[in-house]
């Protein structure tokens, strides 16, 4: 684990500056995010710890388009997401941004190769990566025919990186990919994602609790009332 990012590394996947989301008026106001300010660069995978209501799932949706900060800016791949309308907004995470989530997510019918393919159908264009590529780079295409039921819980987290990405994401999400996880099976997710995040350059920011894994990724912030910082 290294406290910098690389040097090589000039462009920006993604950007928060001076952000803040809060909820409610008055004396019923909660600040969610307070004055955020992070960048992450293609290739680099971001770990924030911190605990329970700190403001990390907050972070991740603001990050993904998902809520609307109550100012600041939030730029990805040179796209400022405050400006877009609804339609566009939902557009540019179709095409720029993957999701990972804790539970996978998966659709219970769908073989693992399927729920690949129906991310192609979605966005109506081939993959860079083939699926059935992404299904061997994340150990999975042995079971590319099963469905979520007759996979391990590290199986459809694996899956699950794959699927996030089909569409060549600039800037992957993930959220507590671990939980739930033995200690050797967190292990082996993180080194999945952070392998994929180096291969395909995706700009990735992680939220965890599991301390553990905190040693693949590139950098470790924690977050504390809203408020980023170093680890």
Not at 101 to 112: C, R
């Given at each position: 684990m290294?406290?910098?990012?690389?040097?090589?590394r000039t462009?920006?996947?993604?950007?928060?500056?001076?952000?803040?989301?809060?909820?409610?008026?008055?004396?019923?106001?909660?600040?969610?995010?307070?004055?955020?300010?992070?960048?992450?660069?293609?290739?680099?995978?971001?770990?924030i710890v911190?605990?329970?209501?700190?403001?990390?799932?907050?972070?991740?949706?603001?990050?993904?388009?998902?809520a609307r900060p109550t100012s600041g800016s939030v730029v990805v791949v040179d796209t400022d997401l405050i400006g877009l309308s609804s339609r566009a907004l939902a557009a540019f995470r179709r095409d720029h941004l993957g999701f990972v989530?804790?539970?996978?997510?998966?659709?219970?019918?769908?073989?693992?190769l399927d729920q690949l393919r129906l991310v192609e159908k979605i966005t109506g264009r081939r993959a860079t990566t083939p699926p059935e590529e992404l299904l061997r780079a994340v150990g999975m295409d042995q079971h590319a025919g099963r469905r979520p039921g007759?996979?391990?819980?590290?199986?459809?987290?694996r899956v699950g990186i794959a699927r996030a990405l089909v569409a060549s994401p600039s800037v992957l999400l993930v959220d507590?990919?671990?939980?739930?996880?033995?200690?050797?099976?967190?292990?082996?997710?993180?080194?999945?994602?952070?392998?994929?995040?180096?291969?395909?350059?995706?700009?990735t920011v992680m939220v965890t609790h599991d301390h553990d894994v905190l040693e693949h990724c590139d950098r470790v912030l924690e977050m504390i009332d809203g408020r980023l910082r170093p680890l």
């Open positions: 290294t406290t910098t990012a690389p040097s090589t462009r920006t996947g993604l950007k928060l500056t001076d952000v803040t989301l809060t909820f409610g008026d008055g004396d019923d106001q909660v600040t969610a995010l307070d004055h955020v300010d992070l960048t992450v660069v293609p290739g680099e995978l971001i770990a911190g605990p329970s209501g700190a403001g990390k799932s907050s972070l991740l949706a603001v990050a993904g388009g998902l989530f804790q539970s996978g997510n998966l659709v219970p019918a769908l073989t693992a007759r996979l391990s819980g590290g199986e459809r987290q507590e990919p671990t939980a739930a996880l033995d200690r050797r099976r967190s292990h082996e997710i993180v080194e999945v994602l952070a392998f994929q995040t180096h291969e395909f350059s995706v700009a």
